[in-house]
């Protein structure tokens, strides 16, 4: 177990999802279940092109998620929304969480620090697994509703790379609870997330110390 220690200053810790908390991507097996085989099929089949274009980096992440969220969630009613997240975060996720990360994340908590996760994945059912974390805040990428059901459309940017320090120093801006300055935790698994890395003062990549970088998106 981690030792505790006195602090000089308050203390965040920012956990990326995807990778970090869990095993894997979350997104993917979210719409699978909740669409069923044939309709998330047909979701991939008509964000082919956007997916494919990305991958060759020829259009941005923002771009190639927007399109299969759109195809995959338009029109979908809030509370079917909430019925997919209940059984996605009781009867998939428990055998997905890292349990090295959950226990790091355990550590912050009894120390007092203020917990956040900063994740590229949708607050439809993000912020159901940062209640069941007790986290104090969750920064995802949010998708709009019209009417009690789903635009299929972002609300905010996707929360990837750069836009995670936004969403991290907008929310500590906001926040009259943190006091300021802060010492900040991060972690993270993927290229995504080394701007976020690089913004602490102390970094864990892919449960390893990581020493900042300049590349990266």
Not at 18 to 37: E, F, I, K, S, V
Not at 40 to 58: E, G, K, N, T
Not at 185 to 198: E, M, Q, R, T, V
């Amino acid at each position: 177990m981690y030792a505790l220690e006195e602090k000089a200053l308050p203390e965040v810790a920012a956990f990326d999802f995807d990778g970090t908390l869990t095993r894997r991507d979350t997104l993917l097996p979210y719409l699978r279940r909740a669409l069923g085989w044939p309709r998330f099929l047909l979701a991939v089949l008509q964000s082919a092109p956007w997916l494919a274009a990305y991958a060759c980096r020829l259009i941005s992440n923002h771009r190639a998620k927007a399109r299969l969220l759109r195809v995959s969630l338009r029109g979908r009613k809030t509370a079917e929304v909430v019925h997919w997240t209940e059984d996605f975060v009781k009867n998939y996720l428990p055998a997905q969480f890292q349990p090295e990360a959950l226990a790091r994340l355990r550590w912050h908590q009894q120390r007092g620090d203020w917990c956040v996760m900063v994740s590229a994945s949708p607050g439809i059912y993000l912020h159901r697994v940062g209640q069941d974390l007790g986290l104090h805040a969750v920064l995802c990428t949010e998708l709009a509703e019209e009417g009690h059901a789903l635009t299929g459309s972002m609300l905010t940017r996707n929360c990837h790379g750069p836009e995670k320090v936004l969403r991290l120093q907008a929310w500590l801006a906001d926040s009259p609870a943190v006091a300021k300055p802060v010492v900040l935790h991060a972690y993270g698994d993927s290229p995504g997330d080394i701007p976020l890395l690089n913004l602490a003062d102390y970094a864990h990549y892919q449960g390893r110390p990581w020493a900042r970088k300049t590349s990266g998106t």
